[in-house]
């Protein structure tokens, strides 16, 4: 049993007890305990189930590598799956749930499949779900699915928020260890301002557990003189319970700040994500320690030795009362000192070496610990809970010499820098043959614009593995990062370090090196994703030569934990088979984040109110009071209608257009783009950007006009109104505004940056109102002001004057083929005017429009409209526009494009109104179809719908469609598809259904 | 003619830093050739103000220049004197190829004081906020989370902000959201 110790634990506070619970069962820690340190207090060493075998799994790690320990963190708003218990701390009222069992934690039936190993090798799935093909679909993804996934999804809201922070520094250093802080404390004496992140709550990092004399204190005070230190520099910023998530070009780094999942319940945003700048990048991340691989390394109770003295010294947490420690190294041995002054007990300590250890295995043996030489473990006893090891020769095959009973196995297989942050830029590794492990290599560090490297690695995370070169290490790169970035302060002294010497280690891939096939499948190498020495080898076997091959194949370091433990040894093994030396292998690509990150984190302040910008026009909280039904046009929310009482939409649609064809409607049109184009060469460049002749508007004339890519395709509409002889307004469609303006300044600035025109977007200058009907003009003269009387202002004319008292300018057009005019004033005094609008317009019964009126409208009149006549498939000559298009120009955007052969095609499908026979809508976007099938047996078809609608003016179902030779064919009934798979009759003719003649919108 | 109501009529909101729409204010795009005698006459005779060096404003004894982009400028003033000096801008560019036009209505704008305003603008924004590197005059065309802004130092400490009106809530709602009491950062020392 893992049990609290009487006494210990120098980061737990005893005099604050604090509770939560474990799939249900309550239980006890201390303020400053992990969940995990908590969980192996209450003697819970079983956490999870493995991923495919389902086999019982315990906690083997003390920090960010732990591959076993996740479970599913809160309850609703707060759930969150595959949380790290290594990296949660205890809050009161936690509660988790182990993650991937049916029915329970102790008794699982997936368990089956641990039985089933043998038939479940590396590349299972790609051998099995091959064939038959159906059965993929209807068989094996359903039970893929079914199994897949460690965690729960979460249901509920979040409940938290979340938000970015912009930071620019000098100097950011990741890594809070004695390391970190000493680069820190030498980048911010030089005068660099120096952003300092630690993933845990704590500073330090190991050196307080693993000990040392630095400065003639013990390592763990000297971290405090070196935080006080820090704290006391202006231009040093520390912050705990920060990650350095990724680095990326430019010098770019993401910090991952969790502000409160200690403290779920105090105010404020839960993860903050930071986005830095920082001119040097210092990665002083420490190294993981690496397990073992024998037989068994994977039962709850077998422990990476560091982790366990962590466990031990932080928290005041034995993992159990009898512990074996195996090792290749010298450092295990700080694990079997401290668990025997722990008063706990330490039968054995194997290690693998021949000749031994130095000075801390003569320490250990001095304490009475028995030491066993050239020795390793056979095989670990025991399912759920270690009960003994049987031991063996590391050099033979496992024969047991000698069995022993123990409850936890401490291991150290050596240790790896954490290189990931170096990497994740491009830094290369070079191949440590003395540790046993890649490291940065110095020369090859990711290179920034200027071709100097700007990630500086230090100490541990270096490969500088003893605390004299770590403190000399993270003093050079402090320096170097603030000299690199123009800081050449204050020297900063390497402390003096008392020597800690150690034998050499000697690497160990498999344990004992001549394991058969029995010991190798049961030699864990991933824990989480289920990858063993045996499954490496038979990737290995199987041609699999490439490392990022055999890790997709076998699935290894692709868990969660992306093989913070496993991706060495794996890579090692995999060497191994294929007699290649370690370096030529290589490592899989080390890509960001460091550890998962919250989605939240990413999404940052974007949710609720704020989860995306909705633009509003002066009158929007006016259709709000009036409970109009919006669609969104672009980020815009547009009234789609006006329901009243307990109309639906198509009757307040239908009353919206009786009323203003009959009298009097009103439509907020302030979304329409508006751009001044101004300048001595703006009519040149107005015909270049529309295909008919710009340059002939009089000024106080207004003119419909056609834009199109270069390409020939039409993508804008709208009137543009000529302000005088330099000077344009073009209105554009409502979602077209920002990108025509865009589109305008392209061309400006690249292909002709010498014409003299300035363009300016003044959309949101001007609330602009359609008013509507045969009783427009009468409103407008009720208001007074300005005569807009047909002599004055003739169709397609615009004036400025005032209406009612507001500056305004009118311009004379109309998209609803009635008397209308369009009315610009300030958007400041809009909602003033749209108020005097209705209330003078009382008297016709004004009737404010939503867009559904005003496409049924325009619709009638067969007017386009972008986006629904046209996709980016359609150019101007296929909807009847020709008329638009100037032949006289010699150029315009799209002209050379439209006269490419598949454009000019006669056989192209061209814009026709279409009647159904018996009166009835068509459905929306339905297809005309044509005799006989496709080559993928699909019904040909000859056409498409591209506007449909019921005409309350004409009482019947109206269409416009693009069909085959359209034009040609008027009169001829084609048929329509339905959703039912019938069709509908429906004739073609001529798309202006109502007044033809234009003589509504002409008194 | 009605009084003229800015986008949200002087809300507010405070948290970390106070959150307030400055209300109407006389706003003019001014684009042409910032280095020519044209320019600097128009800026002269709108504002009273020099023409402003690349991301700085420079306050004029009728309002303010800002620099927009390397062809653009931004002339604040007085809402109720902008189509005066627009006039007087236009006259003085003469026969210079220019832009001159009122943009006053277009835009909302907020004040961002107090403790926290750095914090709660670096919070939306990927621009460096500390007073070393963003002191009064300094300017920035830059975004607020998903939407352009404008931003700009006050000798006083406060910061301020220019969006498009029609997003002035979303504006409005970011600051006040990333300003609530709870998401202090302590990244910038006073």
Known sequence: MSTRLSSGGRLVNRGKAVEFTFNGRRLKGYEGDTLASALLAGGQMMVGRSFKYHRPRGLVASGAEEPNALVNLGEGGRFEPNQRATTTELFDGLTCTSQNHWPSLEFDIGAINNKLARVLPAGFYYKTFMAPRAAWKYLFEPIVRHSAGLGRAPKDRDADRYEHFYAFVDVVVIGGGIAGLQAAKAAGAGGAKVLLMEQTPHWGGRAPVDGGEVGGMAAGDHVTTLVNDLKAMPNVTMRTRMMGA??????????????????????????????????????????????????????????????????????????????????????????????????????????????????????????????????????????????????????????????????????????????????????????????????????????????????????????????????????????????????????????????????????????????????????????????????????????????????????????????????????????????????????????????????????????????????????????????????????????????????????????????????????????????????????????????????????????????????????????????????????????????????????????????????????????????????????????????????????????????????????????????????????????????????????????????????????????????????????????????????????????????????????????????TLDGSVIPDGAYAVAGGHNANGQRSTQGRVTSTYHSPTLGRGIAMALVHRGPDRMGEVIEIAKLDGSTVSAKIVSPVFYDPEGEKQNV | MSEAVSALNAATASGVATVEEVGLRGMITLRGDLSGKAVAAAVKAAVGAGVPDVRRIVQGDQGAAAWMSPDELLLLTGYDRAAEAVAAAQDAMGTAHGLVVNVSDARAGFRVSGGGAREVLGKLSPVDFSAEAFGAGQFRRSRLAQVPAAIWANENGSLEVICFRSVAQYVFDLLRVSGETGGEVGFYRA
């Open chain 1, 246 to 915: 990724g680095v990326y070009d430019h010098g770019y780094v993401l910090g991952y700040e969790r502000v409160r999942d200690h403290a779920p319940d105090t105010p404020g945003p839960r993860h903050r994500l930071w986005r830095i700048r920082a001119g040097r990048i210092v990665t002083a991340t420490g190294a993981i320690e690496r397990p073992l691989s024998f037989a068994g390394n994977d039962v709850p109770g077998v422990m990476l030795a560091s982790a366990m003295r962590d466990y031990l010294v932080d928290y005041g947490v034995s993992p159990g009362d009898r512990t074996v420690v195996v090792t290749n190294n010298d450092d295990a041995y700080r694990t079997a000192i401290a668990l025997k002054h722990a008063g706990l007990e330490v039968p054995v300590v194997l290690d693998a070496r021949a000749a031994g250890g130095g000075a801390l295995a003569e320490e250990a043996r001095g304490l009475g610990i028995r030491v066993a030489t050239g020795k390793g473990i056979a095989k670990v006893k025991g399912g759920k809970r270690v009960t003994g090891v049987s031991i063996c020769l590391q050099e033979g095959e496992g024969a047991a010499l000698e069995e022993i009973k123990c409850d936890a196995v401490a291991m150290s297989g050596g240790w790896s820098p954490v290189v990931h942050l170096w990497s994740h830029c491009g830094g290369k590794l070079i191949w440590d043959d003395m540790q046993a492990h890649f490291r940065p290599d110095a020369d090859r560090p990711p290179l920034g614009a200027d071709g100097a490297g700007f990630v500086i690695a230090a100490g541990a995370g270096n490969g500088a593995m003893d605390l004299r070169a770590i403190l000399a290490d993270a003093t050079g790169a402090g320096t170097a990062a603030a000299q690199e970035t123009g800081h050449a302060g204050g020297e900063t002294p390497v402390p003096e370090v008392a020597a800690q010497p150690e034998a050499a280690m000697m690497p160990v891939w498999l344990m004992p090196q001549g394991a058969g096939p029995d010991l190798r499948m049961k030699a864990w190498l991933d824990y989480q994703n289920d990858v063993k020495v045996s499954d490496v080898m038979l990737a290995a076997q199987e041609g699999y030569e490439s490392v990022e091959h055999t890790k997709r194949y076998t699935t290894l370091g692709m868990a969660t934990d992306q093989g913070k433990l496993s991706n060495i040894n794996g890579l090692a093994t995999l060497a191994s088979q294929l007699n290649a030396p370690i370096p030529s292998v290589g490592t899989t690509t080390f890509r960001p984040p460091y550890t998962p990150i919250s989605m939240g984190a990413i999404a940052g302040e974007a949710r609720a109110e704020v989860f995306q910008p909705l633009r509003r026009t002066p009158i929007h909280d006016w259709h709000e009071a009036q409970g109009a039904h919006f669609e969104p046009v672009g980020q815009w929310r547009r009234p789609y209608c006006f329901p009243r009482g307990g109309e639906s939409h198509a009757e307040a649609v239908r009353r919206e257009i009786d009323q203003t064809r009959g009298s009097l409607g009103i439509l907020d049109a302030s979304t329409l783009g508006k751009i001044i184009v101004t300048g001595p060469d703006a009519p040149k460049f107005m015909d270049m950007l529309y295909t008919n002749m710009m340059s002939s508007l009089k000024p106080g004339k207004c003119r419909y006009g056609l834009m199109c890519n270069e390409n020939g395709f039409l993508m804008d509409d709208g009137v543009v109104a000529r302000l005088d002889e330099e000077t344009f307004l073009v209105h554009t469609t409502t979602g077209g505004a920002e990108h025509i303006h865009g589109h305008m300044e392209e061309w400006l600035q690249t292909e002709w940056w010498d014409w003299k025109v300035y363009t300016a977007n003044v959309t949101e200058q001007f609330v602009q109102i359609g008013v509507v009907g045969p009783n427009a003009r009468k409103l407008l003269d009720k208001l007074g002001g300005m005569d807009v009387s047909k002599e004055a202002m003739a169709f397609m004319e615009w004036k400025d004057g005032t209406l009612g008292g507001f500056d305004a300018r009118v311009f004379r057009i109309s998209f609803s083929g009635e008397l209308s005019f369009e009315i610009a004033v300030a958007a400041s005094v809009g909602r003033a005017f749209w108020d005097t609008l209705l209330e003078a317009g009382e008297e016709f019964g004004i009737t404010p429009y939503g867009t559904e009126a005003l496409h049924v409208m325009r619709a009638e009149k067969g007017f386009i409209m972008i986006g629904d006549e046209t996709d980016g498939t359609v150019i101007p000559q296929d909807l009847g526009l020709g008329w638009a298009i100037s032949k006289k120009k010699e150029d315009y955007l799209g002209k050379r494009a439209q006269t490419r052969p598949h454009m000019a095609d006669p056989e192209r499908w061209k814009l026709v109104g279409l009647e």
